[in-house]
């Protein structure tokens, strides 16, 4: 596969970086939610802030990338359709990983629990304490995490669709080190 059609490396490296992340962030938000107020709730919350906001970060460095380094056209064999569709889904993808990390914010400053990254840098409150503008907040947050969910299930069917039904090389643009993956 010639570099013209495979992502940059530093545009894999992110993609997959955030994908995991995600998939992370996503079972410990709903698993430190369920649990009743405890010291170690509030250690995992905190945990799940500290990758909600290095998603973000890393959401803001792949658009940068993106904005100075076209990615590779989409195989041609791809209807029209399609590739308008993988299009949208990824825009609302970058749209979802802004929206959720800021809700979670506005979320914590509306409840009156700062976010503090990493555990040494406490971020400004957004908006002031508001039980529901949080409580509305938090719904937000939660609706579109699932929201996130079902387009990743998307992203991903696609992914798998393309190179173990189309066998095109769809998927292969996007694997680290030019790995060949057969379909």
């Keep these: 596969m010639s570099s013209a059609t495979r992502y940059t490396t530093t545009a894999i490296t992110l993609h997959w970086l955030a994908a995991l992340l995600i998939f992370a962030t996503f079972p410990l938000g709903v698993y430190a939610h369920e649990l ?54 990824h825009l609302l993808l970058y749209v979802l990983l802004f929206a959720i990390p800021l809700t979670g914010w506005l979320m914590s400053s509306a409840k009156g629990f700062p976010v503090v990254y990493l555990g040494l840098m406490q971020l400004p409150d957004l908006v002031g304490k508001d039980k529901a503008l949080g409580d509305l907040l938090m719904e937000i947050h939660e609706m579109l995490n699932f929201g996130l969910l079902a387009l990743v299930g998307m992203h991903i069917a696609a992914a798998l669709k393309h190179h173990f039904i189309e066998h095109d090389a769809t998927l292969r643009r996007m694997l680290p080190s030019g790995k060949e993956v057969e379909p």
Excluded at 67 to 88: C, D, K, N, S, V
């Design 36 to 89: 009743a107020l405890s010291p170690l709730k509030l250690k995992l919350i905190s945990y799940h802030k500290w990758l909600g906001v290095t998603i973000f970060l890393l959401t803001v460095a792949r658009l940068a990338w993106r904005a100075t380094h076209t990615p590779p056209p989409l195989p041609e064999t791809i209807p029209l359709w399609q590739q308008r569709a993988a299009h949208g889904l």
